[in-house]
């Protein structure tokens, strides 16, 4: 099945300052990959997506990358500010039915 | 629009117990997934269900199981609980199966559930 590595598990960025978070997969079938922001007791929420037929997706301060022959996408925050502190998980999926997770990142905006 | 809705957000139960959790779907969605997120973890996929059938699963035992509605509405079902099985549950909606759905999946805020 998928497996889906995420780096790294704590960030701590100044306020105003770029956060970026790193993911690789192993399935190379995988051919979508959404970013979901969770913050304390909340569900998941997508902040972006990205299919395998586009490189590079942004949506004001975020943008999400991806190499597929290196099989690794990356998400970068822009001019972070504090509501930014959040853990950020990206996930990956196929033609199947689920998505697979990372185990996370806990990123912090500091003031 | 409203989205996806769990009840109930939080829930204590004895070890050996049965519980169920519901979840409501986003309008416009048919199909529902449930997750499993132990603390500090990313989600695990449990199964997802379509037209009222489990449309897959994930490496979870047949003590986990599930029902959807005819109004899309969805229930997870864990007999025999275990200690293991304190963790978020949640429940996502989308629209169409398989794993790339248009507009993405849509997470409800989830049930705490802790086993004592």
């Known amino acids: 099945g998928e497996n889906v590595e995420q780096h790294p598990s704590t960030l701590s960025v100044q306020e105003g300052d770029s956060a970026v978070i790193k993911c690789t997969y192993s399935d190379s079938a995988s051919n979508y990959f959404p970013w979901y922001k969770q913050e304390l007791g909340k569900g998941p929420q997508l902040i972006i997506d990205i299919r395998s037929n586009v490189g590079e997706k942004k949506d004001q301060r975020i943008a999400v990358t991806l190499n597929k022959t290196a099989k690794h996408f990356s998400l970068h925050i822009t001019e972070t500010q504090p509501e930014d502190s959040a853990v950020y998980f990206c996930a990956a999926s196929w033609s199947d039915y689920k998505l697979s997770f990372g185990a996370g990142t806990t990123v912090t905006v500091r003031a | 629009e409203t989205g996806v809705t769990q009840s109930p957000t939080h829930l204590i139960k004895t070890r050996g117990q049965q519980v169920t959790l519901r979840c409501s779907s986003q309008?416009?969605?048919?199909?529902v997934s449930w997750y499993q997120q132990a603390l500090g973890q990313g989600p695990q996929f449990i199964f997802q269900y379509y037209r009222e059938e489990e449309n897959g699963r994930g490496n979870f035992p047949p003590r986990f199981s599930g029902l959807q509605f005819p109004n899309y509405s969805s229930e997870l079902n864990v007999n025999a609980l275990e200690l293991d099985d304190s963790a978020l549950y949640l429940c996502?909606?989308?629209?169409?199966?398989?794993?790339?759905?248009?507009?993405?999946?849509?997470f409800g805020s989830g049930t705490r559930l802790t086993v004592v």
């Open positions: 309008s416009g969605h048919n199909t």
């Open positions: 996502a909606s989308s629209s169409g199966t398989g794993g790339s759905p248009d507009g993405g999946y849509t």
